[in-house]
């Protein structure tokens, strides 16, 4: 099982930057696939990026490409969201989350109930 704690949400200006963290404690995130996803009011929870367990192949949600790079530090158990170029429509709570995989491989996870560790959410706010 896995503990996971988000960090680095706030309030910016439209263009601004926000570099997201996301802790793992208890088993090491070495063995999971990771994620970043997101929920505005009112909206259903939606995927933004994906990194594998092995090899850091990642992918993107279209809407983000480009604009943020997930990143991971198995040393550190941390899982990293770096965000550019941030408008207002990227204003919503963002969760990590974790996927226990068994075996060594690139494979990413875009759907949330794929996933089996939620951290609680960091709130981000994007203004005009």
């Known amino acids: 099982q896995v503990h996971l704690v988000e960090s680095g949400g706030g309030l910016v200006q439209a263009g601004g930057s926000l570099r997201l963290s996301c802790a793992a404690s208890?088993?090491?995130?070495?063995?999971?696939?990771l994620g970043w996803f997101r929920q505005a009011p009112g909206k259903e929870r939606e995927f933004v990026a994906a990194i594998s367990r092995s090899l850091s192949s990642t992918d993107y949600a279209d809407s983000v490409k480009g604009r943020f790079t997930i990143s991971r530090d198995n040393a550190k158990n941390t899982v990293y969201l770096q965000m550019n170029g941030l408008n207002p429509e990227d204003t919503a709570v963002y969760y990590c989350a974790a996927k226990s995989v068994s075996f060594f491989g690139t494979t990413r996870y875009t759907r949330p109930d794929e996933y089996d560790y939620w951290g609680q959410g960091t709130q981000v706010t994007v203004s005009s």
């Open positions: 208890g088993r090491p995130s070495s063995n999971y696939a």
